[in-house]
């Protein structure tokens, strides 16, 4: 397998943040829906299994970008 372009890793980064920040997004509506308090909200996004998986990936890609550069 090649290695990606730089093009490619800015748009692999920039569609994972854009799915990272939706589902931030959601896991705060429902914590409002379930008027969760506001540290329970907090413990539930650092905990939450595919937003950790999401800030590894992202982190990774983004070291990946900086060494091509």
């Known amino acids: 397998m090649s290695e990606p372009s730089l093009q490619e890793l800015q748009e692999s980064i920039e569609e994972l943040?854009?799915?990272?920040?939706?589902?931030?997004?959601?896991?705060?509506?429902?914590?409002?829906?379930?008027?969760?308090?506001?540290?329970?909200?907090?413990?539930?996004?650092?905990e939450h299994t595919e937003l950790r998986r999401l800030k590894n990936i992202l982190s990774q890609l983004m070291t990946q970008q900086k060494e091509k550069l």
Do not use: C, F, G, M
């Not at 990272?20 to 997004?25: A, C, I």
């Open 17 to 46: 943040e854009a799915y990272r920040d939706r589902l931030h997004k959601e896991v705060l509506t429902v914590a409002k829906k379930l008027r969760l308090p506001q540290n329970k909200v907090e413990a539930t996004i650092s």
